[in-house]
């Protein structure tokens, strides 16, 4: 089967009163915005309001844009557990939405995305923003009030340059008898021989 040409990527910046969200289209190596926006949670008092809105809202815009991946950004951790549960009960409600649709999911600590973006892991939202609107070419006018949404916009563009890096250490053998186990062709018998005596 033949490789699809393009590819949709749905960002997702975890929030309780504002989550954001950021779709981009990849085709071939440029990538290009789609949509970007916020769910605004702050009218839902109750938290469990909150978590069935985030997780009706994830569900229309996934059913809207078709995402082939998301990338959602990990709670990071602070002082406040419940600040901390909250945000991770957001971020779950979200996932649930994605493997709801079959929708292959990929996680990127706060700090992994800045670091993809500017080159530096504690940049501020306000640099993150910048350097998207530079490289994803997004006019002064397009940009959002919030900048959960630029978060999450953040999220889909470090899946995006992630993509072109699909060979990482993660991926190859963790021992040396596991990679002599699957490339007996590439060590010497000698070697093992002198290893064994």
Known sequence: MEEKAEKII????????VMGYGVIKVEGTKASVVAMGVIDLRKAGDMYLKLGHIFQRVNGIIDGYLPDEMAIEAPFFGKNVQSMLKLGRAQGVA?????????PITEYAPMKIKMAITGNGTASKEQVAGMLQRILHISPDDMPRFLDATDALGAAYCHYLQMGRPESSAAGPKTWKAYVSGNPDKVSKRKTKAVEN
Do not use: E
Request: no cysteine; proline share 6%; aromatic share 0%.
């Open 95 to 103: 996932i649930a939405a994605a493997i709801n649709h079959s929708v």
């Open 10 to 17: 749905l960002g997702i910046d975890p929030g309780t009163n």
